[in-house]
C-alpha cells in the first residue's frame, strides 16, 4: 500500500470536512484494502468514519426502516426487522461474500464495492476504469464475467454486489451529506452506467458520505426470491442473480419487482418488464415475458452470451418461487 | 514386529496435530530472526522482450529500503545449465532468476526490492519503473498447435496394429478432450527466509518438498558447497508446487549474500501464479472394440503445453497402455513450446489428465457398446501391465469395483440417460478407473535410543500435511516394540540422512522402508549391548529369537525380558543408520495402485449449476499405516478431483500473454459447500514385493479418475457430453 | 489513541486486549491486523494465505465476532479486544474446538487450521448453523486446499454441543 495520512473523525460534519481530492473515507474496509494492495487505489487520506453515530437501524415516519450505513452486513441480515419485514434483503445479502467478511462490511460500504472485473485489477493491464483513457481489455479479452446490458464500447464491467440488487427491487433510498448538505437518492439511480465515465461508478459528489439506507414500509416478505447463480456454490460472486419480489392477491400478481445482478455496471430494473407482471395469473408465461422484456437489448461479448439465456431460466425461476411463498 | 499392541495400520491422531490446531507449527515464513530484512518482488508485466531499463530511484530514495536487486547488481551466479538443474528439472535449460536482462514469460520476477519491513518493500516495489522492448508473443497452445515436436518421454513403443485393429472393430470411439491450465495454490505462500551467519554460512527456511533439492541447488548455483543448511519442518500445502526450488529462494539468498543480511522473501497470491502448474492439454483418444466391448485397439494422442527453455513431460498417455487388456496400443506425447513458464508436476501429474480423458472416452465406449460402463471394465479387466509386459504384484482393483459399486448402489444408476430428475434437478451417476505408479527411491534413515529409552528417528524427508511425521512413528514404534510417545521423528532438514523429494505418493515406501532398517540396525545394536554381560540370559539368542514388545527386549521363549532403557542406561545412546534401495525383486513386476471412483451429481435442468451429492472411492494401495491420515488424502484428492472436473482453470489473456483471475476469488477451488460426503474404502491388498511394509501410498491415488468420474455422471445427468474441462454451467446449459 | 508523525511517517499508539492481555502498540497506518500479529507480535499463528479476504486463513476473533485480519487496519481497532488461535485455549488444555479438529483429523497441512478453528469459533457464537448444510455453507469463507472439508465439518459437529452447551452456562 502507499502511506496514507489516518484520521478518525467523530462527528459527521468533521468527517465531511476533513475529505480533500486524496481522501477516501474507510469504514468495513474490505474492498478499499484489497483494492490499495493491488495498487488500484492509492488515496493520501483515509477518514476513519467507525466512529459516527451511523450504527443504528430505526423506524422512519412512514413506517419503513432507516439503515445506519455503519450497520454491519451481518447485523443487517440479521436483524429482526429485517428478517421478518425485508427478507429478501437478508437472503441477498447471505448469499454475499463470507460470514467474516459481513461481519466486517457495512451496509453503506456495499453500495461502493468496485467490480470484480480482473483487467481493473491488475495493474499491468489497460481498464478505463482505472485508469481513464487507457481502454477496455475486457471487451475483446477474457468477458465471461461481464455485462450484457448497458455497457458501452469503454467499460464492461458489472456491479458485483448482492445486496444492491434486492435494495433495487424494494425501491429503497440511499441517504448522503457532503458539503453542500443532504441529498436523498433512488437506489436505482444511485448507480450508474459507464458510458464515457467509467470511471464513474455513482453519482455520489467528491467528499459525499453515505449516511444511511431507507427501506419504504413495504417489504414483500411473503413473496420474494433471491436467485443467485456462480460457479461454486458459495463464496463467489454472481454470474447472474436475480431478486424477485411480489404482492399477490390468490394467484393474481397486484405488483411485481424484478432486480439483476451479474449482469450490468448497476442492479438492473425496469418498469415496463415489471408491468408486464401486474394483473397476471403467476405463471410461467408470465414471466418468461417479463424476462424477455427486462433483457431487450442485450448484447453479449464473446464468452458471455450464455448469461443472457441463463438470466432469463433465472428470472423464471426466481419468480416462480416468490410467487409460491417465501421460504423461511 | 506388528504385534496387537502395534501403532501400524491403527487410525491414529496426527502427531503434529496439537501444534497445528494450537497455531505453533512453525511454517517457512514464520521463523523468528533477529534483524530481518523483507523482500517484495517485482514481476514483469510482458510476456516475451528485453529490459530495457530499470528505474529504481524513487523506489532507493525511501528511508528503510535497503536494496533494489537486478540483474545488473545481483551477486554472481552460475552461468551453466548444470548447477539449475535440480532434482525434479525438465529437460532444457533451466529459468534463472535476474540472470540476464531477457523477459521469457509475464509475471518473471524482475527485480526484489529489501527493506526493513514488509509494507514498506511492497510499497517501494510499486514504485520501480521498467521500460522494456517487447517483442511478439505466443502463449495460446490450440494456435501452436502445428510448432509441437513429440516430447522427450520414454514411451512404450507401439503394439500389435492399431490401424487395423481400429478398421475391423465393431464399435469405435474418437474423441478430443481439453484441459486447461491449473495452478497448484497450497494455502501457505511460497516463502524463504535466509538466515545469515557470522561465517557468512546460510541457514534457510524455506517452504519445499526436498529441503536437500534445494541446497544441492543454491550450493551449485552459488558455488556454496557446505555452506548451507535448509530448514522445512512444516509445509503448508504444496501438491508439486515444493518440487522444484522456487525462485523466492535464490532471490533471497542474493540478497542476503548482497547485503550480509537476513531477508525473508515471501510471494503475494498473485505471484503464486508466476511459476510451475499444470499444463493445458489436448488429447485424443481412439478407442476400438468388438460388439460385446472388448477393447482391439487404443489410440492415445496427447500435446501438452512447456516454456520455451524447458521441455516438460508427465506420465499421461502411457495409463491408455496399462489400465485395460489390449493388444493393439499406440500413444504418442508432443509439446509445444509457448511464451510461459514452465509446467511442474502437479497432484498425480499426467495421471489426472491422461486418465480423465481416457475414463471419460471408456464412458463414450460404454454407451456405444450399449453396456454399462463398470461392465465394460471387467470385460477387459487385466492383471498384467501391457506396457512392461509384467504383471502386478498385486491388483486389487476387481475388489475396488465391487466394494465400490456395492456400497454405491451403482445397480440403481439409470443406463438411459436424462431420466432421473429431483424436483428441477437431473440425477446422474457416473464411475471411472484409477491408477498410479507405486514407487519406490533410495532414502535413509537414523534411528537414536537416547539413553533415557526415547526413540528419535529421523530422514530429510518432508511432511506436506500427507502424515509423514504421523506415519514414520508408527513405523519406527512398531519396529521397535515401543509406544507412539516414546518415539519422536524429525524431519525437513537437509543435514539430516538423504531423503528423495516428497512426492509422487512414494514417501512411506522410500522413508518408511529407511526407518524399518535403520531399526532394525538398532534392534541388532540393543541385542549385541545385552550380550555383552557374560552372564546375560541372552546369550546365543540373535533377532530371529527375541521381539521388541511394551518396550521391552525380550526372548520369544518368554523366559527374560529387559527393558530397552535398561540397556540403554549402561550402553549409552545407541545409534542406527539405514539406507535403502528398490529391492531386486520388484524389477519382474509391474507396481501400482489402483482406485473404482462413483459419483452421483445433480444439475439443476434450468440453471445448469451442478452439485456433487455423493462420492464412492475405493482404494487398492496395499498396507495402509494409518487409515484415518490415509483417509484423509483420498478425500483430499477427491476433493481435487472435483474442483478439476467442475472448477479450476487459470485463465490467460492471449494477447497480453498473462493470467487474469490470479487470486483466490476468481481462481475457484471448491469451498466447503461444494463437497458432500465421501465415503473412502481401502480393500484388502496384499504385496510382499513392492517393500517390506507391503504399502504403496496414497497421495495421487485419489485424484485419478474423479474428473472422469463427474463428467460421465453429468452425461448421465443431462445427456451432453462435455469434453473440456472444467465443465462450469454454461457448458451444461 | 495517540499519534505522531516521524521520517518514517505517521505512527499511532492503540491499545489492544490481545488474548486477554492489555497491550499498548504502536502501529503505522496502513499496518493490516493480520501484519501487525505476524511481523510485529510473532503471533504467526494466524496466517496469511491470499491477503485479500478470499481464503480465511487469517480469520480471527474481533469483539468476539469472527473477521478476516488481512482487510482491516490495525489503527482501526483501538480499544477492541482480540483472539487469536494462541489464546483460544488455556495454556495446558485445548478449546473444544481445537481437540475436535485433532480426532476427526481436520487437516493436512495446517495452514489453515487456526482460521477454520477461528471461524468455527464464530459460528458457534453466531448460532446460525446447526444442520450439516448450514455448517459447510457458514464455514466457506476458509478454504481448505488439502480439501479436508468432511473431516472439518465433523469436528465442527462434534464440538458445536459442548460450545453452546458453555455458552448456555455462563
Not at chain 1, 211 to 221: D, H, M, R, Y
Not at chain 2, 556 to 564: D, F, I, Q, T, Y
Not at chain 2, 582 to 606: I, L, N
Amino acid at each position: 500500500m502507499t502511506p496514507f495520512s489516518y484520521q478518525r473523525p467523530e462527528r459527521i460534519d468533521q468527517a465531511i470536512a476533513l475529505h480533500g481530492p486524496q481522501s477516501r473515507y474507510i469504514a468495513g474496509g474490505t474492498n478499499l484494502l484489497d483494492l490499495m494492495k493491488e495498487n488500484v487505489l492509492q488515496p493520501g487520506q483515509l477518514i476513519d468514519i467507525n466512529g459516527l453515530p451511523l450504527r443504528e437501524i430505526e423506524r422512519t415516519a412512514e413506517g419503513g426502516l432507516r439503515i445506519g450505513a455503519l450497520v454491519s452486513n451481518a447485523d443487517l441480515a440479521w436483524h429482526p426487522q429485517i428478517e421478518q419485514r425485508y427478507p429478501l434483503l437478508s437472503k441477498a445479502i447471505l448469499a454475499g461474500a463470507s460470514p467474516q467478511l459481513r461481519n466486517m462490511a457495512s451496509t453503506g460500504g456495499n453500495l461502493l464495492q468496485r467490480t470484480r472485473c480482473y483487467y481493473f485489477y491488475d495493474t499491468a493491464t489497460p481498464c478505463n476504469k482505472r485508469e481513464p483513457g487507457s481502454g477496455c481489455s475486457a471487451r475483446d479479452g477474457r468477458n465471461r464475467i461481464h455485462a450484457i446490458l448497458g455497457a458501452s464500447e469503454h467499460c464492461a464491467a458489472v456491479h458485483p454486489s448482492d445486496m444492491c440488487v434486492a435494495l433495487a427491487a424494494l425501491d429503497a433510498r440511499v441517504h448522503v451529506e457532503g458539503t453542500h448538505g443532504k441529498r436523498r437518492l433512488e437506489l436505482v439511480d444511485f448507480h450508474r452506467l459507464p458510458g464515457d465515465q467509467p470511471q464513474q461508478d455513482n453519482v455520489l459528489i467528491e467528499g459525499e458520505l453515505i449516511t444511511a439506507i431507507e427501506l419504504p414500509v413495504e417489504g414483500f416478505a411473503s413473496h420474494c426470491a433471491y436467485l443467485k447463480v456462480r460457479d461454486r456454490a458459495s463464496y463467489a460472486f454472481a454470474l447472474v442473480s436475480v431478486a424477485a419480489a411480489l404482492e399477490m392477491d390468490g394467484d393474481i400478481i397486484r405488483r411485481g419487482r424484478i432486480a439483476l445482478g451479474g449482469v450490468a455496471h448497476k442492479p438492473w430494473r425496469l418498469e415496463e418488464a415489471e408491468e408486464l407482471l401486474n394483473g397476471k395469473r403467476a405463471e410461467p408465461e408470465c414471466f418468461a415475458a417479463a424476462a424477455d422484456r427486462l433483457l431487450q437489448g442485450a448484447q453479449p461479448l464473446a464468452d458471455n452470451a450464455f448469461k443472457i439465456d441463463l438470466a432469463r431460466r433465472a428470472i423464471v425461476r426466481a419468480l416462480t418461487e416468490a410467487a409460491g411463498g417465501t421460504v423461511r | 514386529m506388528n504385534s496387537a499392541n502395534s501403532p501400524l495400520g491403527k487410525p491414529l491422531d496426527r502427531v503434529d496435530g496439537p501444534l497445528k490446531v494450537t497455531g505453533k507449527a512453525c511454517y517457512a515464513a514464520e521463523a523468528e530472526v533477529p534483524g530481518l530484512l523483507y523482500g517484495a518482488v517485482v514481476s514483469s508485466s510482458i510476456a516475451r522482450g528485453r529490459i530495457k531499463g530499470i528505474d529504481a530511484a524513487a523506489a532507493e530514495a525511501l528511508p528503510g529500503v535497503r536494496l533494489v536487486l537486478t540483474h545488473q547488481n545481483r551477486p554472481p551466479v552460475a552461468s551453466y545449465d548444470e548447477p539449475y538443474e535440480d532434482d525434479d528439472a525438465a529437460d532444457g535449460s533451466p529459468f534463472r532468476p535476474l540472470y540476464n536482462d531477457r523477459v521469457l514469460y509475464s509475471g518473471q520476477p524482475l527485480a526484489l526490492v529489501v527493506a526493513e519491513t514488509q509494507a514498506l518493500a511492497r510499497h517501494a516495489a510499486s514504485l520501480v519503473r521498467i521500460e522494456y522492448e517487447v517483442e511478439a508473443h505466443q502463449t495460446d497452445l490450440q494456435a501452436a498447435r502445428e510448432q509441437a515436436h513429440d516430447a522427450p518421454a520414454e514411451l512404450p513403443e507401439p503394439r500389435g496394429d492399431f490401424d487395423s485393429a481400429c478398421a475391423a472393430a465393431a464399435k469405435r470411439v474418437d474423441c478430443e478432450y481439453g484441459t486447461p491450465v491449473e495452478h497448484h495454490n497450497p494455502m501457505e505462500p511460497h516463502a524463504s527466509i535466509v538466515q545469515y551467519q557470522p561465517g557468512g554460512e546460510l541457514l534457510i527456511h524455506d517452504k519445499t518438498q526436498g529441503v536437500q533439492n534445494c541446497q544441492r541447488y543454491l550450493e551449485q548455483v552459488f558455488d556454496m558447497q557446505g555452506k548451507i543448511r535448509v530448514l522445512s519442518p512444516f509445509v503448508g500445502g504444496a501438491f508439486g508446487s515444493g518440487l522444484r526450488p522456487q525462485y523466492q529462494l535464490p532471490l533471497a539468498v542474493m540478497a542476503a549474500l548482497k547485503l550480509k543480511a537476513s531477508v525473508r522473501v515471501e510471494l503475494t497470491r498473485q505471484q503464486m501464479f508466476t511459476f510451475g502448474y499444470r499444463p493445458r492439454t489436448f488429447q485424443q483418444l481412439k478407442l476400438a472394440a468388438d460388439g460385446e466391448g472388448r477393447l482391439r485397439a487404443i489410440e492415445h494422442k496427447a500435446i501438452g503445453q512447456t516454456s520455451r527453455f524447458e521441455d516438460f513431460t508427465e506420465h499421461e498417455v502411457e495409463w491408455s497402455g496399462m489400465l485395460y487388456a489390449c493388444d493393439n496400443v499406440r500413444l504418442g506425447y508432443r509439446l509445444a513450446p509457448l511464451d510461459v513458464y514452465t509446467p511442474l508436476d502437479m497432484r498425480a501429474p499426467g495421471a489426472t489428465i491422461g486418465v480423465y480423458a481416457l475414463e471419460c472416452a471408456m464412458d463414450e465406449l460404454a454407451h456405444e457398446v450399449g453396456i454399462d460402463p463398470l461392465e465394460l471394465r471387467l470385460r477387459n479387466y487385466t492383471d498384467i501391465n501391457g506396457n512392461e509386459g509384467k504383471r502386478y504384484s498385486s491388483k486389487e482393483l476387481r475388489a475396488c469395483y465391487q466394494q465400490g459399486a456395492e456400497r454405491f448402489g451403482w445397480s440403481r444408476r439409470p443406463a438411459q440417460p436424462r431420466s432421473l430428475r429431483d424436483g428441477h434437478q437431473l440425477v446422474g451417476m457416473g464411475m471411472a478407473t484409477g491408477v498410479w505408479e507405486a514407487m519406490q527411491m533410495p532414502a535413509s534413515a537414523r534411528a537414536c535410543l537416547d539413553a533415557d529409552g526415547r526413540l528419535l528417528v529421523t530422514s530429510a524427508t518432508a511432511d506436506i500435511g500427507t502424515g509423514t511425521y504421523t506415519a514414520m512413528t508408527q513405523i519406527a514404534a512398531d519396529a521397535m516394540g515401543l509406544s507412539m510417545a516414546e518415539v519422536e521423528f524429525r524431519l525437513g532438514d537437509s543435514s539430516l540422512p538423504q531423503a528423495p523429494l516428497e512426492g509422487g505418493s512414494a514417501t512411506v515406501s522410500s522413508v518408511g522402508s529407511a526407518v524399518q532398517r535403520a531399526c532394525a540396525g538398532l534392534r541388532q545394536k540393543l541385542l549385541d549391548a545385552v550380550q555383552q554381560s557374560p552372564a546375560s540370559p541372552f546369550t546365543g539368542a540373535n533377532l530371529e529369537t527375541v521381539e521388541f514388545v511394551d518396550g521391552q527386549l525380550r526372548l520369544k521363549s518368554g523366559e527374560h525380558a529387559v527393558p530397552l532403557r535398561d540397556i540403554v542406561q549402561v550402553s549409552g545412546a545407541l545409534e542406527a543408520e539405514a539406507s535403502v534401495k528398490p529391492d531386486e525383486k520388484r524389477d519382474a513386476w509391474a507396481t501400482g495402485t489402483h482406485s473404482a471412483v462413483f459419483v452421483e451429481v445433480r444439475v439443476d435442468e434450468d440453471l445448469g449449476t451442478i452439485k456433487v451429492s455423493r462420492v464412492v472411492s475405493a482404494i487398492a494401495a496395499g498396507r495402509i499405516v494409518n487409515p484415518k491420515t490415509a483417509g484423509n488424502q483420498i478425500v483430499g484428492g477427491v476433493v481435487w478431483g472435483i474442483g478439476q472436473a467442475l472448477h479450476e482453470e487459470t485463465l490467460i489473456d492471449h494477447r497480453l500473454g498473462r493470467y487474469m483471475n490470479h487470486n483466490l476469488a476468481e481462481y475457484h477451488i471448491p469451498v466447503n459447500a461444494d463437497i458432500p460426503e465421501i465415503d473412502v474404502i481401502f480393500v484388502e491388498e496384499h504385496d510382499e514385493i513392492v517393500n517390506d511394509l507391503g504399502s504403496k501410498g496414497v497421495g495421487e491415488i485419489g485424484i485419478v479418475g474423479v474428473a472422469a468420474a463427474v463428467a460421465n455422471a453429468i452425461y448421465n445427468a443431462t445427456g451432453k457430453r462435455v469434453r473440456d474441462l472444467p465443465i462450469t454451467l454454461d457448458k451444461v446449459l | 489513541m495517540s499519534e505522531n508523525s516521524s521520517a518514517a511517517g505517521q505512527t499511532c499508539t492503540i491499545s489492544l486486549e490481545l488474548n486477554g492481555e492489555r497491550r499498548e502498540l504502536q502501529v503505522q497506518p496502513w499496518t493490516t491486523l493480520l501484519d501487525l500479529l505476524r511481523d510485529q507480535l510473532g503471533l504467526t499463528g494466524t496466517k496469511k494465505g491470499c491477503d485479500h479476504g478470499q481464503c480465511g486463513a487469517c480469520t480471527v476473533l474481533l469483539d468476539g465476532r469472527r473477521i478476516n485480519s488481512c482487510l482491516t487496519l490495525a489503527v482501526m481497532h483501538d480499544g477492541a479486544s482480540l483472539t487469536t488461535i494462541e489464546g483460544l485455549a488455556s495454556e495446558a488444555t485445548l478449546h473444544p474446538l481445537q481437540a475436535a479438529f485433532v480426532k476427526h483429523d481436520a487437516f493436512q497441512c495446517g495452514y489453515c487450521t487456526p482460521g477454520q478453528i477461528c471461524s468455527a469459533a464464530g459460528l458457534a457464537a453466531e448460532n446460525r448453523a446447526s444442520s450439516r448444510d448450514e455448517i459447510r455453507e457458514h464455514m466457506s469463507g476458509n478454504l481448505c486446499r488439502c480439501g479436508a472439508y468432511p473431516n472439518i465439518l465433523a469436528a465442527i459437529e462434534d464440538a458445536l454441543p459442548t460450545l453452546r452447551g458453555q455458552e448456555g452456562a455462563q
